[in-house]
């Protein structure tokens, strides 16, 4: 199996940007296509962004296109998500996970993502 781990979280005002890492180990990360998603306090996890296992493809939520964009290096087993004009309403714990596939034809929904980090949360606040 593959471990996830998140990092680069914190406190940002509205505005502001931020670069969130997921380290994976375990396995071979190419094997894997990969997604960000978050939980807001009282809200369901929600999808942010997915990426196909050697990025040739990504995916996005409505309200974080043109705000965030999802990549991966798979020599050094990192995905990335970087933020854009934070907004109050992107305040949440954000978590990658792996979904095991041969070929990602795009998002499906979170159930088909097996392996899931810690998250690290998100804040945008003034």
């Known amino acids: 199996q593959v471990q996830l781990v998140e990092s680069g979280g914190g406190l940002v005002q509205p505005g502001g940007s931020l670069r969130l890492s997921c380290a994976a180990s375990g396995r071979t990360f190419s094997d894997y296509a990969m997604g960000w998603f978050r939980q807001a306090p009282g809200k369901e996890r929600e999808f942010v962004a997915a990426?196909?296992?050697?990025?040739?493809?990504?995916d996005y939520t409505d309200s974080m296109k043109g705000r965030a964009a999802i990549s991966r290096d798979n020599a050094k087993n990192t995905l990335y998500l970087q933020m854009n004009s934070l907004k109050p309403e992107d305040t949440a714990v954000y978590y990658c996970?792996?979904?095991?596939?041969?070929?990602?034809?795009?998002?499906?929904?979170?159930?088909?993502?097996?392996?899931w980090g810690q998250g690290t949360q998100v804040t945008v606040s003034s």
């Open positions: 996970a792996a979904r095991y596939t041969g070929t990602y034809n795009g998002y499906n929904g979170a159930a088909s993502y097996g392996y």
């Open positions: 990426i196909s296992r050697f990025g040739s493809r990504t």
